[in-house]
T-cell receptor
Framework: GAVVSQHPSWVICKSGTSVKIECRSL??????MFWYRQFPKQSLMLMAT?????????EQGVEKDKFLINHASLTLSTLTVTSAHPEDSSFYIC??????????????FGPGTRLTVL | EDKVVQSPLSLVVHEGDTVTLNCSYE??????LLWYKQEKKAPTFLFML????IEKKSGRLSSILDKKELFSILNITATQTGDSAVYLC??????????FGDGTTLTVKP
């Protein structure tokens, strides 16, 4: 199946700094990537939809100025958490969409990035 | 607003037992429903269901969708300790967007 990588896999940073997370589709092109956040013992919450060459679409309640998303190429989307605070500590997961018919349209998940803000 | 409810929220069984996990949903522009297994990292794909009444099977796991009643079930027979995980269901829309349920935490004891 398709492979999606994320980098870094974990990061610890000081409060107030910015952190960039990369999501790459390794063996396919993804016009759409999704960014999720998952807090401990909770489900995945969609943060934004990232479309190559256009602005990301953010879900309600997600600050677009705080979570900057760039999808500059068909294989790379980045999420930058700006001025991170301890409450931003979470597991961030990206997925890349492989569009198709109803029975083939699916998403492949990256391994996730665990962010800890001190 | 799209809604996904999974039940039970948690389940503890012994090896060899059979379990049924439930997922009900209300989603605009529904296209398919996906089941995932999540252990320590990101979810891994189990099934994609698009048509009502057609069971999908993979080893001891099977799943079925009812688009009229808006629910799906995931069955695991002869459970093993390696089945312990959080099982997530996620209806998918025409735009490819998925809404995840809170998951069912399954613990299989030896």
């Amino acid at each position: 199946g398709a492979v999606v990588s994320q980098h870094p896999s974990w990061v610890i940073c000081k409060s107030g700094t910015s952190v960039k997370i990369e999501c790459r589709s390794l063996d396919f092109q993804a016009t759409t990537m999704f960014w999720y956040r998952q807090f401990p013992k909770q489900s995945l919450m969609l943060m934004a939809t990232s479309n190559e060459g256009s602005k990301a679409t953010y879900e309600q309640g997600v600050e677009k100025d705080k979570f900057l998303i760039n999808h500059a190429s068909l294989t790379l989307s980045t999420l930058t958490v700006t001025s991170a605070h301890p409450e931003d500590s979470s597991f961030y997961i990206c997925s890349a969409r492989v569009p198709g018919t109803a029975s083939t349209d699916t998403q492949y998940f990256g391994p996730g990035t665990r962010l800890t803000v001190l | 607003e799209d809604k996904v409810v999974q039940s039970p929220l948690s389940l503890v069984v012994h090896e060899g037992d059979t379990v049924t996990l439930n997922c009900s949903y209300e989603v605009t522009n529904f296209r398919s429903l996906l089941w995932y297994k999540q252990e320590k990292k990101a979810p891994t794909f189990l099934f994609m269901l698009t048509s009502s009444g057609i069971e999908k099977k993979s080893g001891r796991l099977s799943s079925i969708l009812d688009k009229k009643e808006l629910f799906s079930i995931l069955n695991i027979t002869a459970t093993q300790t390696g089945d312990s995980a959080v099982y997530l269901c996620a209806p998918n829309t025409n735009a490819g967007k998925s809404t995840f349920g809170d998951g069912t935490t399954l613990t299989v004891k030896p």
